[in-house]
């Protein structure tokens, strides 16, 4: 690092880091015009439709000289684009979401509005439940999860009654704490029953109105939440991009009236499937003196040879991050969420923070299966699972790009998105997926951009090769059928294992 000329903050060479955003390749002009064209022929059909039939949905009365309750852009969306692809969404499940997940099943005779479940039970490969490393589905039995479970129900019961503040504070919970915190080595840890909340309730308690926060431009809306209710100003900077960050915060330190600036990201983003650049983060945190604040939701357990996540797949130390933030519900089977970092900002979350003093405790059921689940992380079983969700998650991609399909994010990250770009081309390819035995996700508007709809497909630890080479050929046949093979760029030349 060099000095700036006159500026006394220091220089920084990206050369020397890891930056690399992701893989967002950009799909071609045709593709963009014909996306385009699509949507306002499905919202043009949706304005027709609007005049000519009543809606089947409450309507606003009697509001003169009140704000409308709903957005009437965000309306019209939700009833005559999003009905015309409800059925892929919200579709319920009648077992654990193992590897394997039965779908109930369900159809509609007036176009969406209202459903009916058909007696039909459907088992698919499940590629869209959040199991990195396959606890949620039962298979965690040698780590004795089920027996840890079963004994802390029978001794506290199913709820504690009360905020983890008053009297919801049980000898398990302080023993989660103290291994979170050791298993991500810190300090000190404060667990919670809620993930969103996790970001919502806390951030209000650590930052308030003369903090600057840049805050990525896909985080989740958790953390987006949260910082709203923390009433501190934020600016966004473009996705990934450190140099884009690194430009609001020498701008930020240059008007000289911020207490603090703080740095939100995540470790892997949900929608996109790319891993924070952490080592450029840190250091620019380092170089100009800010704070960081890094959501693991989607890495912990999942990313890292041990299963600590995005600090340690990028060779982070913990010590470098201010606040650590990760959820139990996506790798360790359970519920719920944590904050870990220095004691100090512990105990000032314990005083400050909203959930633990109004929240209601985490289930002492679910604290035991989070117990059992990190300790079985530092035995031989768990980090074969660990190494199990990394060979599956690279096998999957490298089979995607070998058909030509586009997919966004990290050759590591376990979130897979495959672009779409319709909304048309997203119920279709979930619809078609089903059919073959595979449940997956389809993401689109308000989640993505309007013209960038996916399939997002969730890797597991639990999954075996002749699944996912089920699901790739089922992939395969859909491409080929609604015409996904997007990508523009060469597979990679690797050999094959013999």
Request: charged share 20%; proline share 4%; glycine share 10%.
């Amino acid at each position: 690092m060099t000095q700036v000329e006159g500026g006394g903050l220091p220089k920084i060479d990206w050369s020397k880091y890891d930056t690399f955003p992701g893989s967002f390749e950009k799909c071609s002009l045709l593709t963009a015009v014909l996306t385009h064209v699509g949507l306002y022929v499905l919202m043009f059909l949706g304005f027709v439709n609007q005049l000519i039939f009543k809606p089947k949905a409450a309507t606003e009365k009697n509001r003169e000289g009140y704000a409308p309750l709903y957005d009437p852009f965000e309306q019209f969306f939700s009833r005559y684009v999003y009905r015309r692809v409800r059925h892929c969404f919200n579709r319920p499940i009648c077992s654990a979401p193992g590897a394997e997940v039965v779908l109930k099943e369900w159809e509609s005779t007036d176009h969406n509005w209202t459903f009916k479940f058909t007696g039909v039970e459907r088992r698919c490969v499940n590629l869209g439940s959040y199991n990195y490393l396959g606890f949620a589905g039962g298979e965690g039995a040698e780590g004795g999860c089920a027996r840890a479970v079963a004994d802390a129900v029978r001794r506290y019961g199913m709820a504690q009654g009360s905020s983890r503040a008053e009297l919801g504070t049980t000898p398990l919970h302080l023993e989660l704490e103290r291994a979170v915190a050791d298993f991500l080595g810190v300090e000190d840890a404060i667990v919670f029953g809620m993930g969103f909340a996790t970001n919502t309730l806390s951030i209000p308690g650590l930052i308030g109105p003369g903090t600057l926060v840049l805050s990525d431009e896909n985080n989740h809306a958790s953390l987006i939440l949260g910082l709203r209710l923390s009433r501190a100003t934020v600016r966004v900077f473009r996705h990934n991009d450190v140099r884009h960050a690194e430009e609001l915060a020498r701008a930020a330190l240059a008007e000289r009236r911020w207490a603090n600036v703080l740095l939100v990201v995540e470790g892997v983003y949900s929608m996109e499937g790319s891993v924070a650049a952490l080592e450029g983060l840190v250091a620019l945190k380092q170089a100009l003196g800010l704070h960081l604040y890094v959501d693991e939701a989607h890495s912990v357990g999942a990313l890292g040879s041990t299963g600590r996540g995005a600090l340690q797949r990028c060779r982070v130390l913990a010590a470098h991050v201010d606040v650590l933030m990760g959820t139990f519900t996506k790798s360790f089977g359970a519920a719920g969420g944590y904050i870990a970092g220095p004691r100090r900002l512990v105990q000032w979350l314990r005083a400050h923070g909203h959930a633990h003093g109004y929240a209601h405790s985490m289930s002492c059921g679910v604290a035991a299966q989070v117990l059992a689940a990190v300790r079985a992380l530092d035995a031989a079983p768990g980090r074969a699972r660990v190494r199990a969700l990394a060979q599956n998650t690279a096998y999957f991609r490298r089979r995607l790009r070998e058909l030509g399909v586009v997919t966004f994010g990290h050759d590591d990250s376990p979130v897979v998105p495959m672009l779409v770009y319709t909304f048309s081309k997203m119920a279709a390819t979930v619809e078609r997926l089903t059919r073959a035995g595979v449940a997956t996700v389809g993401v689109g508007f308000p989640a993505t951009p309007l013209n960038m709809a996916r399939i997002r497909f969730c890797l597991s630890a639990s999954h075996t090769r002749e699944q996912l080479d089920r699901c790739l050929l089922a992939v395969e046949q859909v491409a080929d059928e609604l015409g996904l093979r997007y990508s523009r760029r060469r597979p990679l030349a690797e050999p094959r294992p013999s």
